[in-house]
């Protein structure tokens, strides 16, 4: 069982930058890939940025290619999400998730978080 507390969101102004933080209970934080998703209201969730288990691989949706950065560090069971350059449409939940094993993007995750609010104003 692996349990997932994300921190960090808030409200910021546009060209604004957050730190997001996922931080995971459990001894096996690094065999498991980790992926950040959002989801706005009234629209689907959406998949943001996933990393795998040593974070030498990263994968982005287009919409936030060169403005976020995913990491990780094993050490500390905690994955990131730096945010620069935040929009308006960058406004939503976000949430983390992990995938055992995962070297890349799966269909489907194990675990979820309870998701932490990003809202930027514009």
């Known amino acids: 069982q692996v349990q997932l507390v994300e921190s960090g969101g808030g409200l910021v102004q546009a060209g604004g930058s957050l730190r997001l933080a996922c931080a995971a209970s459990?001894?096996?934080?690094?065999?498991?890939?980790m992926a950040w998703f959002r989801q706005a209201l009234g629209k689907e969730r959406e998949f943001v940025a996933f990393v795998n288990w040593s974070g030498a691989s990263t994968y982005y949706v287009d919409s936030v290619k060169g403005r976020f950065t995913i990491s990780r560090d094993n050490s500390k069971n905690t994955v990131y999400l730096q945010m620069a350059s935040l929009k308006p449409e960058d406004t939503a939940v976000y949430y983390c998730?992990?995938?055992?094993?995962?070297?890349?993007?799966?269909?489907?995750?194990?675990?979820w978080g309870q998701g932490t609010q990003v809202t930027v104003s514009s």
């Open positions: 998730a992990a995938s055992y094993g995962s070297s890349r993007p799966p269909a489907q995750y194990d675990y």
């Open positions: 459990g001894r096996t934080f690094s065999s498991y890939a």
